[in-house]
């Protein structure tokens, strides 16, 4: 299973911007039970950003409720973090996670972090 994120970028304050996980490899005996995402500005520990079980219920940071959104696509096994009036201080490496459930199979996946800059 491989978590593949989109790209980020750079966008002004106020701006918007969606952020992409797709999970391949899963097959049809596999599903994503949790997702989340995860971000790290330079000199500070990461952080969880948001999260859902199923899609519906959802949990957010503080420092983003009422800007951003978690959604999913489960026939796509996809996972979207909706940024809506980005502040400097979202500037940071974003990280998505999934955890993939099975047949005796239990195991967390990280994508890789993408960048994504607020400028001022």
């Known amino acids: 299973v491989q978590l593949q994120a989109s790209v980020g970028g750079l966008v002004q304050a106020g701006g918007s911007l969606r952020l992409s996980c797709a999970a391949s490899g899963i097959g049809s005996v596999f599903r994503i039970n949790y997702m989340a995402w995860y971000r790290q500005a330079p000199g500070k520990q990461r952080e969880l950003v948001a999260s859902?079980?199923?899609?519906?219920?959802?949990q957010y940071a503080n420092s983003v409720k009422g800007r951003f959104a978690i959604l999913r696509d489960n026939a796509k096994n996809t996972g979207y973090l909706q940024m809506n009036s980005l502040k400097p201080e979202d500037t940071a490496v974003y990280y998505c996670?999934?955890?993939?459930?099975?047949?005796?199979?239990?195991?967390?996946?990280w994508g890789r972090g993408t960048q994504v800059t607020v400028s001022s």
């Open positions: 859902t079980g199923n899609g519906v219920s959802t």
């Open positions: 996670n999934a955890q993939v459930v099975g047949p005796k199979y239990e195991a967390d996946h």
